[in-house]
């Protein structure tokens, strides 16, 4: 007979913003299987990434540590597999372990994944269409082609895996897409949608940059101007204007983005129903997030790394029939940093001393605890590197976001060694949502930048952070 303890089924998707997801209000498209997550369990609507980019965000889930303190902190420094993770522990614990998919935190036998009984992930970024995997093997695995579209590979190598498994003990799969991260590249299912259709436009698709820091109008992410004919598929006119250009532009990323979506959405739905026909659905965990937001044309951009909501927030979507109540909505700060706790405690393994991240196993039941997190603590260290946003750090609480460009490398692998004057930004959430004011030196906002700049320097030091040392005013 089988235990009691729940499986555990990590969906994690790569840059898939939680506003191209229906269950989060899309304007822009449906994901009706991913919905069926939501719908049968809890959606958070303030899960936040503790520095957005891939790397760094993967080390983080599975070591419950932050950046400085796993050491993971740019595209350029590789996760040491030495580090204690949430599915070592499970696994020593007796459950049965995988990943198949996306892993990007290096390859060889240092950084190849462990803790896991199988797996097969892509070398680096990978491919979409017949794309290389390195399999479980000695020194870091072997490498094999397979042909085929990817997400459907991945999700096929999950189904096989969970078939084979041993249905006394409960597993433990990180089933990890490579989409919708760039070129956005659609199999054929998908290609035709949205041909014939106009994409609604964010509300900042021509912002322009004004009331905030030099770094909004220095980062070069801009859809359009910034991409190139591999991202767009096509030769770019680039004699067109800014805004012209943007405004094609936009159309053509956009559909390819929620073309590879749809895919995932499609593959998930295989899995789901395999979970609801083998009678596990009541006793597992379904998970479906990413690893950070996106700028969907948000500002005018692609990609991520800045603080802002769009690249911050994560999409974290949780089922599970034991614990929670269907059609269920949190809006209490997690982060990803606090996944592995979550898992260890549904599990009943204990959570290391030096997990810097906390369980939130009471808000599915319902339940925040009265000293629950009102603020958390971002940072984003590759200065300059792929899209020149500079290095920064702030404190996000429920109503402001204070954030201080210290626009510095500090040394850091993979960032770019030029230094510019620090500068501060101060939104007021509540006020203007979509962050194109920054109020910081308005005299209305005195106290508050100054309690913010307090609450941004002790938050630093309670998790083992160091301030920048020029950040004195
Ligand atoms: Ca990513």
Redesign the pocket.
């Known amino acids: 007979m089988a235990e009691d303890r729940p499986n555990i089924l990590f969906i994690m998707s790569?840059?898939h913003a939680a506003h191209a997801m229906s269950c989060y209000g899309s304007r822009i498209n449906e994901t009706p299987n991913l919905d069926r997550i939501a719908e049968g369990g809890m959606r958070f609507d303030n899960c936040f990434c503790t520095n957005s980019?891939?790397t760094p965000?993967r080390a983080t889930i599975l070591t419950g540590m932050y950046n400085h303190v796993n050491k993971v902190t740019t595209l350029s420094t590789p996760m040491d597999n030495r580090f204690q993770t949430f599915p070592k522990l499970l696994r020593e614990n007796g459950y049965q372990t995988a990943v198949f998919g996306k892993w990007h935190l290096g390859t060889g036998a240092a950084h190849c994944p462990t803790g896991f009984d199988d797996w097969a992930v892509l070398p680096g970024q990978g491919l979409y269409h017949n794309p290389e995997f390195i399999f479980r093997g000695p020194d870091g695995g072997t490498r094999r082609t397979v042909e085929g579209y990817v997400t459907d590979i991945i999700t096929d190598m999950s189904l096989d895996w969970l078939r084979q498994r041993d249905n006394d003990r409960p597993f433990c799969l990180m089933y990890h897409h490579k989409a919708p991260?760039r070129e956005w590249e659609p199999d054929e299912k998908h290609a035709h949608l949205f041909l014939n259709e106009e994409i609604p436009e964010p509300e900042t698709l021509y912002d322009d940059y004004s009331d905030r820091a030099s770094a909004a109008s220095a980062a070069q992410m801009r859809v359009g101007g910034h991409m190139n004919e591999r991202e767009l598929k096509c030769r770019i006119n680039r004699t067109l204007s800014e805004r012209a250009l943007r405004k094609w532009a936009y159309q053509r990323y956009i559909k390819d983005y929620l073309r590879v979506v749809a895919s995932i959405d499609d593959n998930v739905g295989r899995v789901l129903d395999w979970l609801d026909a083998e009678g596990l659905t009541h006793n597992t965990v379904v998970i479906y997030t990413?690893?950070?937001g996106f700028f969907l044309g948000d500002h005018g951009w692609y990609d991520?790394r800045f603080m802002y909501e769009e690249s911050l927030r994560m999409p974290f979507i949780l089922r599970y029939p034991k614990e929670v109540t269907p059609g269920s909505v949190n809006d209490d700060i997690v982060l990803n940093l606090d996944f592995a706790s979550l898992f260890l405690d549904l599990a009943g393994v204990p959570i290391p001393e030096d997990f810097q991240g906390r369980s939130f196993r009471p808000l599915l039941r319902g339940s925040t605890p009265p000293d629950w997190r009102r603020a958390m603590y971002y940072r984003y260290w590759m200065h300059k590197a792929h899209h020149n946003v500079y290095a920064h750090y702030g404190i996000r609480t429920e109503r402001h976001k204070l954030i201080y460009y210290y626009s510095d490398a500090l040394g850091q692998e993979g960032a770019i060694d030029e230094t510019y004057t620090p500068e501060w930004e101060l939104f007021d959430l509540e006020k203007d949502p979509r962050e194109l004011k920054n109020v910081y030196d308005h005299p209305d906002y005195a106290i508050v930048a100054k309690e913010l700049k307090e609450a941004l320097h002790r938050l630093q030091s309670e998790v083992g952070d160091e301030r920048y040392g020029k950040d004195v005013d």
């Open positions: 790569d840059d980019i891939c965000s991260h990413s690893d950070q991520k």
